[in-house]
């Protein structure tokens, strides 16, 4: 089967991966020399502007049989319409269906009108008077959010990067005076406290099929401290749930999807693709904040590494509309991600990475590459985003860090920067002693 993965980071390097293993034929369109990628790939389109229009053109003339869309924003282009106007099946939502994550205002208006549970207190506001009389008579802390897409960098919240009713208000004037991501307005969500969590899931319609929670690590540096980033690294666990996630709460943050596909199917925008729930769990359960409509970066990776289904079958009974079961192997993974100094805040931007493939392959570990160019002389040229995950598998989150660790080793290069701390031990217990203390 010829499959196409539309999209140059590590998550679409690994969806290329597991493609290849279950057997296609692949194909790609990339903006990025991404190293892994290119050795995988029969073919590849280096499209700088990803234009939807391009991709779809190509994939018809390679007469591509599925493509696999990784990037919210090729997603938010059209990309699915586009290739499915040319009788191409997509594993990703229409443009239609990708504003659960694209139209924060539709999300939370939806999750409103169809009662979704763990649903927060939210308001859309078009003047920054209204943000100020929303703010100052709610009461509570609430996350400040421009509409549309921000690429994760667009959100403030009260009481951690905004320190007074002034500061929130400040900010909702940028967002609506800069009609920051596209629209003049701001949403205003209730703060949730907790620990986040992540939960994915195939839809294809009002089927769901939902994978292994994980748990993402924002912040940039040690200690949950710094800038938030695309997310630094992330582990799951081998039952499926977290450490301080019970299956009670899993499955609570599960119905809430169950919900959202119904929901979808019932305004005719029936979502088929992947999509990625975000959390917090609370001391009352788990509460949305937000949803995107693919993989998440770095979840893919945790989520991928234990699919025992074929990727192909399952991807094209997505496409269409036919999905039917999906099996992981009951294994934990870790992933940390290997980023250029100052990512978040200041990245620098030459630096260089290596990679020991025989010290690689003895430790266990996987490399996904990410935002890095191999250049002429073979050498690869990191970017100021993040360069490349390294994934361990094991039977507890305890072994599969270890793996982790051994892949790091075989890493090298000059101005690079790990969160060695996620999935450590202390780092575990202290979000289970965190739940621990919200829950008494
Ligand atoms: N893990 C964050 C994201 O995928 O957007």
Same mark, same amino acid.
């Given at each position: 089967?010829?499959?196409?993965?539309?999209?140059?980071?590590?998550?679409?390097?690994?969806?290329?991966?597991?493609?290849?293993?279950?057997?296609?034929?692949?194909?790609?369109?990339?903006?990025?020399?991404?190293?892994?990628?290119?050795?995988?790939?029969?073919?590849?389109?280096?499209?700088?502007?990803?234009?939807?229009?391009?991709?779809?053109?190509?994939? *018809?003339?390679?007469?591509?049989?599925?493509?696999?869309?990784?990037?919210?924003?090729?997603?938010?282009?059209?990309?699915?319409?586009?290739?499915?106007?040319?009788?191409?099946?997509?594993?990703?939502?229409?443009?239609?269906?990708?504003?659960?994550?694209?139209?924060?205002?539709?999300?939370?208006?939806?999750?409103?009108?169809?009662?979704?549970?763990?649903?927060?207190?939210?308001?859309?506001?078009?003047?920054?008077?209204?943000?100020?009389?929303?703010?100052?008579?709610?009461?509570?802390?609430?996350?400040?959010?421009?509409?549309?897409?921000?690429?994760?960098?667009?959100? &403030?919240?009260?009481?951690?990067?905004?320190?007074?009713?002034?500061?929130?208000?400040?900010?909702?004037?940028?967002?609506?005076?800069?009609?920051?991501?596209?629209?003049? &307005?701001?949403?205003?969500?209730?703060?949730?406290?907790?620990?986040?969590?992540?939960?994915?899931?195939?839809?294809?319609?009002?089927?769901?099929?939902?994978?292994?929670?994980?748990?993402?690590?924002?912040?940039?540096?040690?200690?949950?401290?710094?800038?938030?980033?695309?997310?630094?690294?992330?582990?799951?666990?081998?039952?499926?749930?977290?450490?301080?996630?019970?299956?009670?709460?899993?499955?609570?943050?599960?119905?809430?999807?169950?919900?959202?596909?119904?929901?979808?199917?019932?305004?005719?925008?029936?979502?088929?693709?992947?999509?990625?729930?975000?959390?917090?769990?609370?001391?009352?359960?788990?509460?949305?904040?937000?949803?995107?409509?693919?993989?998440?970066?770095?979840?893919?990776?945790?989520?991928?590494?234990?699919?025992?289904?074929?990727?192909?079958?399952?991807?094209?009974?997505?496409?269409?509309?036919?999905?039917?079961?999906?099996?992981?192997?009951?294994?934990?993974?870790?992933?940390?991600?290997?980023?250029?100094?100052?990512?978040?805040?200041?990245?620098?931007?030459?630096?260089?990475?290596?990679?020991?493939?025989?010290?690689?392959?003895?430790?266990?570990?996987?490399?996904?590459?990410?935002?890095?160019?191999?250049?002429?002389?073979?050498?690869?040229?990191?970017?100021?985003?993040?360069?490349?995950?390294?994934?361990?598998?094991?039977?507890?989150?305890?072994?599969?860090?270890?793996?982790?660790?051994?892949?790091?080793?075989?890493?090298?290069?000059?101005?690079?920067?790990?969160? *060695?701390?996620?999935?450590?031990?202390?780092?575990?217990?202290?979000?289970?002693?965190?739940?621990?203390?919200?829950?008494?």
């Amino acid at each position: 089967m010829k499959v196409l993965v539309v999209g140059g980071g590590a998550r679409e390097h690994i969806m290329a991966e597991v493609a290849v293993r279950d057997g296609a034929e692949l194909f790609v369109a990339l903006n990025n020399k991404n190293p892994g990628l290119l050795d995988l790939s029969s073919e590849f389109l280096f499209c700088k502007d990803m234009n939807p229009i391009a991709i779809s053109k190509w994939a *018809h003339e390679k007469n591509i049989d599925l493509a696999l869309i990784g990037p919210e924003s090729a997603l938010a282009s059209g990309i699915v319409d586009n290739l499915n106007t040319l009788d191409i099946p997509a594993m990703g939502p229409t443009k239609s269906a990708s504003r659960i994550e694209v139209d924060k205002e539709f999300m939370r208006d939806l999750s409103s009108e169809f009662s979704f549970p763990g649903q927060l207190d939210y308001k859309v506001c078009s003047t920054v008077e209204e943000a100020r009389h929303f703010l100052e008579s709610f009461g509570k802390d609430c996350a400040i959010k421009p509409i549309g897409l921000t690429g994760g960098k667009g959100v &403030k919240v009260m009481g951690d990067q905004l320190h007074s009713i002034d500061e929130a208000v400040n900010f909702c004037e940028e967002i609506i005076d800069t009609q920051m991501s596209g629209y003049a &307005k701001v949403v205003l969500e209730e703060r949730a406290i907790g620990e986040e969590f992540t939960l994915q899931a195939f839809i294809s319609g009002e089927i769901v099929i939902p994978m292994p929670a994980a748990q993402d690590h924002p912040h940039a540096l040690e200690g949950d401290i710094g800038a938030i980033t695309g997310g630094m690294g992330s582990y799951s666990q081998a039952d499926g749930l977290l450490p301080f996630l019970s299956q009670s709460d899993y499955d609570s943050a599960l119905e809430t999807i169950c919900a959202t596909a119904a929901a979808m199917n019932s305004i005719n925008s029936p979502y088929r693709g992947i999509l990625y729930g975000q959390f917090i769990l609370t001391s009352d359960g788990p509460r949305l904040v937000e949803y995107n409509a693919r993989f998440g970066d770095p979840e893919a990776m945790n989520a991928l590494s234990v699919l025992n289904s074929n990727f192909l079958e399952v991807s094209m009974d997505i496409a269409l509309g036919n999905l039917k079961s999906v099996d992981f192997e009951p294994k934990a993974t870790v992933c940390k991600y290997v980023v250029p100094e100052g990512y978040g805040t200041t990245p620098r931007s030459d630096c260089s990475l290596e990679v020991d493939s025989t010290l690689l392959s003895s430790s266990g570990a996987s490399i996904y590459y990410a935002a890095v160019n191999l250049e002429e002389n073979n050498q690869i040229s990191t970017t100021t985003s993040r360069s490349a995950a390294v994934v361990g598998k094991g039977d507890s989150i305890e072994s599969a860090e270890k793996v982790t660790e051994a892949g790091l080793k075989a890493v090298s290069g000059m101005g690079l920067y790990v969160r *060695h701390d996620i999935a450590t031990e202390a780092s575990i217990s202290k979000r289970v002693s965190h739940m621990e203390n919200l829950r008494s």
